[in-house]
């Protein structure tokens, strides 16, 4: 139980174009969903905090407009990077969460995003 | 704030043997939840166990076992019986128990098994 979707696994675009990260709880419920980004050699990074119905939460120095983030049911987020430029290449990983924060958060399998 | 403090960046342990990771954390809540979370060469993070502050009894998951030590502050994984596939990188992690929702990770020991 608790598994969480991520896509796509890998993309490589161009400067410019708009990105869509899609994470889905398949097996339970997720009232709160969680982005993360990730550097080489480094721990996670939270950059924002998602509830299914509301606006998302970001973590100071994380542009909201640069990355949208869409909650709009129990068991679907999106993060959509928009003009990407190369300094947004990164690893991305979404994780998921049911019930009240003592749960632990179950985790995608992340998205690699490049930027050429 | 919460902060999670690992402090070996890299261990390593010849296979079948026995490997202690150590975390600490400070904190002034008295109500939080732990978590080791381990995240192989493919990227994905795993949970491996988890201890409520308010338990005394160290969690134990199979070969994964944690000593949790709340005055002291300290939440160590131990590893029994190393196997090749415990090689990743291994994230110490804390929550807050009255509705806070955020991780808050430990920069992670990279962990390395040797045949």
Same mark, same amino acid.
Request: charged share 20%; hydrophobic share 35%; proline share 4%.
């Given at each position: 139980?608790?598994v969480?979707?991520?896509?796509?696994s890998?993309?490589? *675009?161009?400067?410019?174009t708009?990105?869509?990260? /899609?994470?889905?709880?398949?097996?339970?419920?997720?009232t709160? =969903?969680?982005?993360?980004?990730?550097?080489?050699?480094?721990?996670?990074?939270? =950059?924002a905090?998602?509830n /299914?119905?509301s606006k998302?939460?970001y973590?100071?120095?994380?542009?909201?407009?640069?990355?949208l983030?869409?909650?709009?049911?129990?068991?679907?987020?999106?993060?959509?990077?928009t003009?990407?430029?190369?300094?947004?290449?990164?690893?991305y990983i *979404?994780?998921?969460?049911g019930?009240?924060?003592?749960?632990?958060?179950?985790?995608?399998?992340g998205?690699?995003l490049?930027?050429? | 704030?919460?902060?999670? $403090?690992?402090?070996?960046?890299?261990?390593?342990?010849q296979?079948?043997?026995?490997?202690?990771?150590?975390? $600490?954390?400070d904190?002034?809540?008295?109500? #939080? #939840?732990? +978590?080791? #979370?381990?995240?192989?060469?493919?990227?994905?993070?795993?949970?491996?166990i988890?201890?409520?502050? #308010?338990k005394?009894?160290?969690? %134990?998951?199979?070969?994964?076992?944690?000593? +949790?030590?709340?005055?002291?502050?300290? +939440?160590?994984? !131990?590893?029994? @019986?190393?196997?090749?596939? @415990?090689?990743a990188?291994?994230?110490?992690?804390?929550?807050?128990?009255?509705?806070?929702? !955020?991780?808050? +990770?430990? $920069?992670g %020991?990279r962990l390395?098994i040797?045949?």
């Open positions: 139980g608790a969480v979707s991520q896509h796509p890998r993309v490589i *675009c161009k400067s410019g708009s990105v869509k990260i /899609e994470c889905r709880s398949l097996d339970f419920q997720a709160t =969903m969680f982005w993360y980004r990730q550097f080489p050699k480094q721990s996670l990074m939270l =950059m905090t998602s /299914e119905g998302a939460t973590e100071q120095g994380v542009e909201k407009d640069k990355f983030i869409n909650h709009a049911s129990l068991t679907l987020s999106t993060l959509t990077v003009s990407a430029h190369p300094e947004d290449s990164s690893f *979404c994780s998921a969460r019930g009240f924060g003592n749960q632990p958060q179950h985790f995608g399998d998205t690699r490049s930027i050429l | 704030a919460q902060t999670v $403090t690992q402090s070996q960046p890299e261990m390593s342990v296979e079948a043997e026995t490997v202690t990771l150590s975390c $600490t954390y904190t002034s809540e008295s109500d #939080y #939840y732990l +978590f080791w #979370y381990k995240q192989p060469p493919s990227r994905q993070m795993i949970l491996v988890r201890q409520e502050a #308010y005394q009894q160290n969690a %134990t998951e199979n070969r994964f076992s944690v000593n +949790f030590q709340k005055a002291a502050k300290s +939440f160590s994984l !131990k590893i029994s @019986d190393s196997q090749l596939g @415990d090689a990188m291994y994230f110490c992690a804390y929550v807050g128990g009255f509705g806070n929702e !955020k991780l808050t +990770f430990g $920069t %020991t390395t040797i045949p």
